[in-house]
């Protein structure tokens, strides 16, 4: 496995814990929106081991952007979040199946949004976001990542679900199969999932309840 050190440009949080890294990009380096690589911090390979990670910027820019959700009891999140510019990182090789397929429906979990940031960020760019959706389900509203791009982008059709606060704006529960036929009118379209392995596998079966045939179903395999 190739592997490349690359030097954080800039760090800043984007949420109360979650933080963006923009680091240096390797010559010729590519992937897809929606893939992702794996990290470790350099000096701390043995310490803090590496992590799956996706690309959040799109791949024409000159510097590399990793969006991480940064928990207290992971070692290697929890170093991560007391890193800055200048110092260093390892990233290997791209890899991942969550890519754009076509138009459709976009389940996330928490910070399982990050594989859609880069590729929501393609579509509108290219001003093809057309009538895809994106239901995301948090905890709480300080939860939700990049709560802004994402309506500006995808406006009526960016929709939220919290399962652990009150809100008027948002559905205060989680997601469920009558509320995906309300939501949903079409399932013969595209349907990617992300999230942790219970909220994956719950959409999925619901999935599969309501007759969406698998290989319109989009998930990291």
């Not at 949080?13 to 979650?18: A, G, I």
């Not at 999935?207 to 990291?220: F, R, S, W």
Request: net charge positive; charged share 30%.
């Amino acid at each position: 496995m190739i592997s490349y050190n690359v030097k954080i440009l800039k760090t800043e949080f984007v949420t109360h814990d979650v933080k963006r890294f923009r680091v240096e990009k390797p010559a010729g380096y590519k992937y897809l929106p929606g893939q992702a690589t794996e990290v470790t911090i350099k000096g701390m390979e043995e310490k803090a081991g590496k992590g799956p990670f996706t690309f959040t910027s799109l791949n024409e820019k000159e510097y590399l952007e990793f969006t991480i959700k940064i928990y207290q009891t992971g070692k290697l999140t929890k170093e991560l979040g007391k890193l800055k510019a200048g110092d260093a990182l390892i990233i290997h090789d791209v890899w991942g199946t969550i890519t754009y397929q076509g138009p459709g429906v976009f389940f996330a979990g928490g910070a399982g949004v990050t594989p859609f940031i880069a590729i929501f960020r393609q579509l509108y760019k290219e001003g093809k976001i057309g009538d895809n959706k994106l239901i995301l389900s948090n905890k709480t509203d300080e939860d939700i990542i990049l709560k802004d791009e994402f309506e500006k982008m995808l406006g009526k059709n960016f929709i939220n679900f919290l399962t652990r606060e009150k809100s008027d704006k948002y559905y205060n529960q989680k997601i469920d199969k009558d509320l995906i036929k309300k939501l949903v009118s079409n399932f013969s379209q595209h349907f990617y999932i992300c999230g942790p392995d219970k909220f994956v596998e719950d959409i999925h079966n619901i999935l599969n309840d309501l007759k969406v045939p698998e290989d319109l179903i989009v998930v990291e395999k």
